[in-house]
């Protein structure tokens, strides 16, 4: 039992020795290579605006049980929304044709599924660059009753000035919590070793009642206005500097 013991202390010995000798020569590396103390922080900036672009999904559809007559009223109905949004000032190259989708329209008759003709669908997305242009449009279009509005979504027409706003003020978080760490564990502060960024904004989607659109219209003595409210527009930078 005594042999056993005093070998149990001779191995610990060992391995104790072992381990110091293995960081001391872990810090010899280190020194060799140069490696130094660092500082990772997470900066975090936030801007907010007025979004001042918006694009309007439109939808139109029609139904025929002649698939050449549905197509028709169709065109006709989206010829409507061209003329609305021209009548509002908005851009040819403002419009874009997003789908085209024709399927065969059922009902349901003694319980099962009757034919009853061809739908037609065509949507478009129509960009707004003057936002007080939206509510006129919103209502040209309720009226002409040609059409389902299916969102609006608003943002920005130049979102890269903001992005770089939103990421100066993250640096700035970054480079002052890396200086309060610093000065707090009796270090100086040196140059930033690696840097990366990631920005995003949440765009405002609003679901669209056009039957609430439809009744203000009726008792309005003129157009409702849209408030969109502001929208923010975040940057986050990860950086790790140098101390020593």
């Known amino acids: 039992m005594k042999h056993i013991s005093l070998l149990s202390i001779l191995i610990l010995v060992i391995m104790q020795m072992s381990t110091i000798n293995s960081a001391n020569a872990d810090q010899h590396s280190n020194q060799k ?10 900066g ?14 439109v939808t139109v559809s029609a139904i025929n049980a002649d698939v050449n007559r549905a197509k028709k009223s169709a065109d006709e109905k989206y ?11 908005i851009l040819k190259t403002d419009i874009k044709l997003s789908g085209l989708k024709v399927q065969p329209e059922y009902q349901w008759r003694d319980n099962q599924q009757v034919l009853i003709g061809t739908r037609v669908n065509r949507s478009l997305s129509i960009t707004i660059n003057d936002i007080d ?9 309720v009226e ?5 509005i299916e969102r609006v979504q608003t943002g920005f027409q ?24 610093a000065t707090q564990f009796d270090k100086t502060l040196g140059s930033a070793y690696t840097i990366s ?24 003595s003129s157009v409702p206005e849209e408030h969109f409210g502001t ?14």
């Open 144 to 148: 002409g009753n040609v059409s389902t």
């Open 33 to 42: 290579r140069g490696v130094k103390d660092t500082i990772s922080v997470a």
């Open 158 to 181: 130049n979102r890269a000035v903001l992005e770089r706003k939103a990421l100066t003020a993250a640096i700035t978080d970054a480079k002052d919590k890396a200086q309060f760490l």
């Open 197 to 220: 960024e990631h920005s995003q904004s949440q765009p405002i989607v609003r679901s669209f009642n056009e039957g609430m659109v439809r009744a203000k219209s009726l008792s309005a």
């Open 79 to 89: 010829k409507s929304v061209l003329d609305a949004t021209k009548s509002q000032g």
């Open 133 to 141: 242009k939206v509510a006129p449009l919103l209502q040209k279009l």
């Open 44 to 57: 975090f900036g936030e801007v907010s605006a007025e979004p001042d672009q918006a694009v309007i999904a």
């Open 231 to 244: 929208q923010k527009v975040r940057a986050n930078v990860n950086v790790v500097f140098h101390a020593h």
